[in-house]
């Protein structure tokens, strides 16, 4: 067997002629075209200008959105500043209270009144009679440098003596 009547034996079964559909004009069909409106520089894409205004309005909300969080970060400080402000008087005003309370009994103990009626209540009375005693002159001697000097003190104890 040829190779031709190999090839012819594996297509016996394609119908050959005028009796075969054309498949040609079925796995293409026909296509109509029709023409757009539009030229090919409009449907390109967005124009410029939109990306220039989206641009601009995210820039204004980034400055916004940064101004807001300052102003809240402002009114934070505000506060607490307020709350250190408000707890530093309230200190303050118990120091000064305090102080006055000082004064109040400081006056008190200082006044001789107020002495012997607790001198009395611990069973202490005033003296009967009050003594002077006079003492004499410092027998402590210094050298020329100031240190002290004890053969110098020997010396004035025994002059005094």
């Not at 012819?8 to 109509?32: E, F, M, Q, T, V």
């Not at 611990?122 to 402590?140: F, I, S």
Request: overall charge negative; hydrophobic content about 45%; proline content about 2%.
């Amino acid at each position: 067997m040829s190779t031709r009547d190999s090839y012819r034996a594996s297509r016996s079964a394609y119908i050959h002629g005028s009796a075969a559909p054309d498949l040609r004009h079925a796995s293409n069909p026909d296509i109509n075209v029709v023409e757009g409106r539009r030229r090919a520089a409009e449907s390109a894409g967005v124009p410029e200008s939109v990306f220039g205004v989206v641009r601009v309005a995210l820039l204004v909300a980034v400055v916004v959105a940064f101004l807001c969080c300052l102003r809240v970060g402002i009114a934070a400080l505000s506060v607490s500043t307020t709350i250190a402000t408000n707890d530093l008087s309230t200190q303050i005003a118990n120091e000064r209270t305090a102080g006055n309370d000082l004064e109040v009994q400081q006056s008190q103990l200082s006044n001789s009144m107020h002495i012997r009626i607790a001198a009395e209540g611990l069973g202490m009375a005033a003296p009967a009679a009050t003594e002077a005693v006079e003492l004499g002159a410092d027998v402590v001697a210094t050298d020329a440098s100031g240190n002290l000097s004890l053969s110098g003190s020997l010396s004035s104890m025994a002059n005094q003596g």
